[in-house]
C-alpha cells in the first residue's frame, strides 16, 4: 500500500457505516481521504475517528448536480486530481403500488 501514500481518494457515503469504515481503512496508509456525505455533523464525527490531515470532510448530497460540482472544484484547487474514487453512496426508498411494496435501490 505504500504506492497509494499521498494518493487522493473520494469516498461517498463516509460518514457512517462501510463508507467510514473504508474511509478509515485508506487514511491508515496514508492516502489523503476526501470525505463526502449530506451530514457535516456526521462527517465532523468521522474527522474526530480519523486522522485530521488525511480526511477531509465536504458536505455533499451526491443527488445535486451543483454540490458535486462544487466538491469537485475545491477537490481539483486543493489537490489537482482524484486518484481513487469510493461510490459508496445510495439511495433507497419504498414505493406503495397495489399495497405490495416496490423498493428502489440506486447505488
Not at 496514508?30 to 455533523?41: E, H, K, P, T
Not at 459508496?88 to 426508498?93: D, E, I, M, Y
Not at 403500488?97 to 416496490?102: E, N
Request: a negative charge.
Amino acid at each position: 500500500m505504500n504506492y497509494w501514500s499521498g494518493k487522493v481518494a473520494i469516498v461517498t457515503g463516509a460518514s457512517r457505516g462501510i463508507g467510514l469504515a473504508i474511509s478509515k481503512e485508506l487514511a491508515k496508509y496514508g492516502i489523503n481521504v476526501i470525505g463526502l456525505a449530506r451530514s457535516m455533523d456526521k462527517l465532523l464525527e468521522a474527522a474526530a475517528l480519523i486522522a485530521e490531515h488525511t480526511f477531509f470532510p465536504i458536505q455533499c448530497d451526491i443527488t445535486e448536480e451543483e454540490q458535486i460540482l462544487s466538491a469537485i472544484k475545491w477537490i481539483e484547487e486543493k489537490f489537482g486530481g482524484v486518484d481513487i474514487l469510493v461510490n459508496n453512496a445510495g439511495l433507497f426508498s419504498f414505493s406503495y403500488v397495489m399495497g405490495k411494496i416496490f423498493i428502489d435501490i440506486n447505488l
